[in-house]
């Protein structure tokens, strides 16, 4: 229910005495109005708040429907990574004002932390993940804030033992069956996510928090 305000406008006139017989001192009071006020209703010249949409999900095969600047920065952290160069992934990663998250904890070098985390000791095996994970479908969230992001792979933002049978064959591309497991005890997806900006910067390559 709208929320009533009340305002009682009143006119007290003292006059002198005057032909018409009013006399001195008399008061006029003008009828009570009620004022109704809707809070949900913005105020004229403001603007509605923006309420943030829920995730929007998309399989392999939407990159078309991505936009401009978010599909180039996808393109280039690709071609670096299927290059198996890390120096052209470094050139990536220093191509944004603010290096992208690779870790919850401080790193002093992007590169030396990635070689630390692959299998392999030379950052190939972690190239590889960032190719599959950017090929596996994204998901556009928090449209309309200044949160808003496009994050891969889409099911990282689902909560995953809601998954469809569709879906699961596209987490165990990159999850192991026991791996999915234990995610499904926490209810949510832990293993490696990336996000672009909605401006094309790079903002991170970590597990899932």
């Given at each position: 229910?709208?929320?009533?305000?009340?305002?009682?406008?009143?006119?007290v006139a003292l006059m002198a005495a005057l032909a018409g017989g009013i006399a001195a001192g008399a008061a006029t009071v003008v009828e009570t109005q009620r004022i109704t006020i809707d809070p949900a209703k913005p105020i004229e010249g403001q603007s509605p708040p923006v309420s943030p949409k829920g995730p929007e999900t998309h399989r392999p095969g939407d990159e078309a429907l991505l936009p401009a600047p978010v599909a180039a920065m996808r393109k280039r952290i690709l071609d670096a990574a299927?290059?198996?160069d890390m120096d052209k992934l470094k050139a990536v990663i220093?191509?944004?004002g603010t290096p992208p998250l690779f870790s919850v904890n401080e790193i002093s070098d992007p590169i030396d932390y990635l070689k630390t985390q692959s299998g392999d000791g030379a950052g190939l095996e972690i190239m590889a993940l960032m190719t599959d994970v950017l090929e596996a479908g994204w998901a556009h969230v928090d449209a309309g804030t200044p949160q808003e992001m496009y994050v891969w792979p889409y099911y990282a933002v689902l909560p995953m033992d809601k998954l469809t049978p569709q879906q699961l064959v596209d987490v165990y591309k990159i999850v192991t069956s026991g791996d999915f497991e234990e995610m499904k005890t926490t209810g949510s997806y832990r293993f490696y996510a990336l996000g672009i900006g909605a401006d094309g910067t790079w903002h991170y390559f970590k597990p899932n928090d």
């Open positions: 229910m709208p929320k009533i305000r009340f305002v009682r406008i009143a006119s299927y290059s198996g220093q191509s944004s």
